[in-house]
Nanobody, 121 residues
Framework: QVQLVESGGGLVQTGGSLRLSCTAS????????MGWYRQAPGKQRELVAT???????DYADSVKGRFDISRDNPKNTVYLQMNSLKPGDTAVYYC???????????????WGQGTQVTVSS
């Protein structure tokens, strides 16, 4: 089995910064895509940013220029540096990994448990 564990959420004032981390554990050979999604109260879960194993990135328009996604492939870890945070960024942030190759099988997708990010005005 594969587990994703996030850390780094918390409470920050408008304009502040936070860095989220997510590490995947298990008998992992490779993870094709890792990313971050978020879900605010009463809203659907939405994509924030993704990064491939080759380092190609994609961002939601709402976070472009403020958030930066990166990953450490040997550590199966993905990071999300969030700058110039706004109250609208308040949400539970979920880590996702897609196409996880383990020693025995391919796992299509796995999610972390989520970490709360709250931006006060």
């Amino acid at each position: 089995q594969v587990q994703l564990v996030e850390s780094g959420g918390g409470l920050v004032q408008t304009g502040g910064s936070l860095r989220l981390s997510c590490t995947a554990s298990g008998s992992i050979f490779r993870i094709n895509v890792m990313g971050w999604y978020r879900q605010a109260p009463g809203k659907q879960r939405e994509l924030v940013a993704t990064i491939t194993s080759a380092g190609m990135t994609d961002y939601a328009d709402s976070v472009k220029g403020r958030f930066d996604i990166s990953r450490d492939n040997p550590k199966n870890t993905v990071y999300l540096q969030m700058n110039s945070l706004k109250p609208g960024d308040t949400a539970v942030y979920y880590c996702n990994a897609e196409n996880i190759y383990t020693l025995t099988k391919l796992i299509p997708s796995s999610w972390g448990q989520g970490t709360q990010v709250t931006v006060s005005s």
